[in-house]
């Protein structure tokens, strides 16, 4: 794998005022948890934060939703609750970032320019 090369996968879920995303790590035990709810969420969950990109879809600034607005959407301020929602209610995404090429310490390359 190039240096950076990585794939990201969110589930994003669009919400009446916000849209929102949670991220996975472990997209097939994400899959067999759809159908099987006693796999462990702890399994496939990136990190148990729920973030809001401010109605840019599953794109934009990504900030930590608070109770106030996981209140107004899901009807709880527990940010468990609505992470559970959004990975059953969700669409999942795939993001692929390239690899990046090129030197990676100018004051010691060979191409340096003298």
């Known amino acids: 794998m190039t240096r950076g090369e990585s794939t990201q996968v969110k589930v994003h879920y669009k919400g009446k ?49 608070s109770k106030v607005e996981l209140a107004a959407e899901f009807d709880t301020e527990n940010s468990d609750e609505a992470l559970l929602k959004i990975l059953e209610q969700g669409s999942m995404q795939n993001m ?4 990046r090429q090129g030197v990676t310490n100018e004051s010691m390359s060979s191409m340096r320019v003298k």
């Open 17 to 65: 005022q916000e849209d929102f995303i949670v991220f996975v790590d472990d997209v097939e035990t994400y899959k067999k948890w759809q159908s099987d709810k006693s796999i462990p969420p702890a399994q496939f969950v990136s990190t148990f934060n729920v973030f809001l990109t401010h109605k840019q879809g599953a794109q934009g600034t990504f900030d930590t939703a």
């Open 96 to 99: 692929e970032m390239p690899g």
